[in-house]
Nanobody, 114 residues
Framework: QVQLVESGGGLVQPGGSLRLSCVLSGRPFTEYAMSWSRQAPGKERELVGTITVSSATLNLANSVKGRFTIARDNARNTVYLQMNSLKPEDTAVYYC???????WGQGTQVTVSS
């Protein structure tokens, strides 16, 4: 049974940075391309981006290009979302999941506010 556990969310001021982490257990991490998605209050879920097993980034949302970076450490079974220059509109619950959505984490809240 695959489990995904996110961490690293919180409250940050506009212009600040956060790094989210997501650890996969239960199956070999290198079997999965990984994605981050987010859902803001009253809005549909949005794909933030995807990283392949070989660490190529795919489908990075236009709204985060130049500010967010996705990385993975296959030795640690961990995928990261580095978020810089955060804006209030980045406020959302952030989810990691396997590409295609087979497995999802529980989500972590990111709030950008002064």
């Amino acid at each position: 049974q695959v489990q995904l556990v996110e961490s690293g969310g919180g409250l940050v001021q506009p212009g600040g940075s956060l790094r989210l982490s997501c650890v996969l257990s239960g199956r070999p991490f290198t079997e999965y391309a990984m994605s981050w998605s987010r859902q803001a209050p009253g809005k549909e879920r949005e794909l933030v981006g995807t990283i392949t097993v070989s660490s190529a980034t795919l489908n990075l949302a236009n709204s985060v290009k130049g500010r967010f970076t996705i990385a993975r450490d296959n030795a640690r079974n961990t995928v990261y979302l580095q978020m810089n220059s955060l804006k209030p509109e980045d406020t959302a619950v952030y989810y990691c999941h396997t590409r295609g959505g087979g497995y999802w984490g529980q989500g972590t809240q990111v709030t950008v506010s002064s």
